[in-house]
């Protein structure tokens, strides 16, 4: 609502009277708090992030941003992890020094055999931190890595087979949409308002198999049957005929059609689907996959996955519990519950802000957040962006890939490069994908999936709003470490259960 006034008469009510706009230094970045990379300006008076506003692109977010993504930057400054941490004999995290931590985690390493080393990244991680950890980890020996936090079954399918291949922009040509366990409206708001745009515009025609939200447009109803997919495939329907019919057909998979245990039976009738209603031509590609992390596009193609006999995030996970992996190098996956865990495995915390990871982690390094560092990041289309850094790191704080550099070297593990050029050169030469900056990289995608039957479990969503939506979804507000030390999103989470929109609107 902020950018629709022509004249600065409605402005932000969190930043109002904070600061002058000639006070204010600013820097062209990349938001990260989803996966459509959408261009924004970061204002800062000294070392405090002020605002956030929109930059315009038009393949991307055209002039629009989010309300998280313009309102919780307040949570860049709150419960940051500003120097080492180690959690000694009373059970509790105290300060520490590089040097002790480093040689506490040398000797926990020494300790461990290199199956029983594990390496999970999270949502906000940038290509260059989690290239340097899985460099570090094939020198380990290690095949045990996962940058899936949310547990799906993408990545090995190609990159056709986990990517936004219509482009973000295409979605003003699509004339049919099948969605299928998502929900963009809270998943990729911007790209949502995009959707509606095209419905207001023309005879657009929406349907959806997953959980019934408000999507601001008229939606056909499949209900939540997942099940449903398998009669689509052997009898056809409404909608299999409108995809048909359609010349720009779009199927976007959700999160949560891709994290269940039948998501392979369930990409196999997709597969299936899309073979039937000719979704990929050579002037169209019209098969989908809309992400919620802004870290997943650039893991999925650096292969940041279980080598040969390695283990997926539900597998480390479970091992952890067991005892069979004993260290555990945790790159900001904070949305995972590792209170189950055996007390003799070690984990290693690397972020920002003491969220759940760091809570439960027995070493905790200090890391930059996203505002912080110049980084790269992938978003749903494969186009590579190259976020600038805008402010500094708190205290001790550094940037990820500089912290597991100088781990590497007292390991006696030393990675091949010593500053953030030549990472990305080793990145770029290692996968070349990364030299293409800007630019949209869809891909035919290959068979998906394997014959198996479907559960009649429902579909849920990845995210949702705060008031709404299954027991297993997050809400909008709060959906990284970030987002969580956010008073204003809190706030909003408040509105919302008081079912007050107006007021979470302002």
Known sequence: VIDLCPVGALTSLPYAYKARSWELSHTSTIDVMDAVGSHIRVDTRGNEVMRVLPRINDDINEEWISDKTRHHIDGLASQRIDRPYMRGASGRLAEANWDDVFAAIAKAVKKAQPYEIAALAGDLADAEAMFALKTLMDTLGSPHMDCRQDGSVIGKQGQGGYLFNSTIAGLDEADAIFLIGANPRHEAAVMNARIRQNWL???????????????????????????????????GGPVISALKR???????LGAGALNRKDSAGILSSVSMIAKTVNLVTPEWNGFNVLHTAASRVAGLMMAFLPAKGGKATADIMKAMEKGDIKLLFNLGADELDFSKRDSKTTMIYIGSHGDHGAEQADIVLPGAAWSEKDAIYVNMEGRVQHAQKANFPPGDAREDWAILRALSAVLGKTLGFDNLDALRAALISAYPVFGNVDTAQPARPKVLGRKQAISDLPLTTAITSANGGSDNSRNFYMTCSISRASVTMAECVKAFEANNDVKAAE
Request: charged share 25%; aromatic share 4%.
């Open 201 to 235: 515009n023309s005879k657009l025609r929406i349907f959806r198999l997953g959980e019934a939200v408000d999507l601001t447009y008229p939606v056909t109803e499949l209900g939540t049957d997942a099940s449903v997919l398998e009669n689509l495939v052997s009898k």
């Open 246 to 252: 359609a010349k720009r057909p779009m199927i976007i």
